[in-house]
């Protein structure tokens, strides 16, 4: 009896809720796996995907979103073992629970922390209140590969904010997988967009895209590229996100700065007795 030929699994794209193939038809092979990669017109389309999803997202209260991102947290405890069978050291996994349960308690907190009452002379109520950027590039670091995956992705979409994400070209599979976690979770379809690949291809097209509000550079550790992307960025006034390197402690307490930097603040007056 001839041996068995395993069928290998090809880790394609997450546009929209779904699982399609790059448009070119690309793939390359990392750690055995056929992993699609992305081109430019499939980070158009991930951006017309996470702009149609900009709306519900937003709209949805923020305890719903909390929720969401908590069941996001149940989903991939449950597949722990997957990820350490791709190589994700069993403690970054639990961090990465831990990470995304942190952001989906602060869902329904950070108004009262960053909105608020403002004092004013005069009969009326002054008040100021968060608002989602809308869509968000992201430049996921290379390493951890799923710790620092969740730690760019969890701020950016807890506030409202959809995003689109390339993920590190050398570590592609923890990323697809996650995208897995997302699809059967209860997260609506185009609010988590990945493009797997290279960043020099597809990242300046997100960067130069009309219709992306904002970019975070923290997996950029080419200065020229990074300077390239903001440039491109300022045609629309992206509100652009570029870390330090010395920022990039992922066990550390991530604070809050991550999920205000892609906030907008929307003040509304208001006359008293009206």
Do not use: C
Not at 82 to 106: I, S
Not at 175 to 203: F, K
Not at 251 to 269: F, H, N, Q
């Amino acid at each position: 009896m001839s041996e068995r030929v395993a069928v290998r699994k090809t880790y394609k794209l997450f546009i929209g809720g779904k699982f399609p193939r790059s448009e070119s038809g690309r793939s390359y092979l990392v750690q055995d796996s056929n992993v699609s990669l992305a081109s430019r017109k499939d980070a158009r389309d991930a951006v017309v995907a996470a702009r149609a999803a900009v709306k519900g997202w937003a709209g949805a209260t923020a305890y719903n979103r909390g929720q969401i991102l908590y069941r996001v947290a149940e989903m991939l405890e449950g597949r722990r073992e997957q990820f350490v069978a791709l190589g994700v050291p069993g403690d970054e996994v639990d961090a990465a629970v831990d990470r995304w349960v942190w952001y989906a308690g602060w869902s329904d907190k950070l108004p009262q922390v960053y909105g608020g009452a403002n004092p004013v002379a005069g009969p009326y109520f002054n008040l100021s209140a968060p608002e989602p950027t809308g869509v968000v590039a992201v430049v996921a670091p290379e390493s951890p590969a799923l710790l620092g995956l969740v730690s760019v992705i969890a701020p950016a979409i807890v506030t409202g904010n959809t995003v689109v994400v390339a993920t590190s070209p050398t570590q592609p599979l923890a990323a697809v997988t996650l995208a897995e976690v997302l699809a059967t979770s209860d997260l609506p379809g185009g609010v988590v967009n990945l493009l797997t690949g290279r960043i020099t291809e597809t990242v300046p097209a997100l960067a130069a895209h009309m219709d992306v509000n904002a970019i975070d550079l923290t997996g950029v550790t080419d200065v020229e590229l990074a300077v390239e992307l903001e440039v491109k960025a300022a045609q629309n006034l992206k509100r652009v996100l570029r870390p330090a390197p010395a920022d990039h402690d992922w066990s550390a307490d991530p604070g809050i700065t991550r999920m205000t930097t892609l906030l907008e603040t929307k003040t509304v007056w208001h006359p008293k007795g009206v």
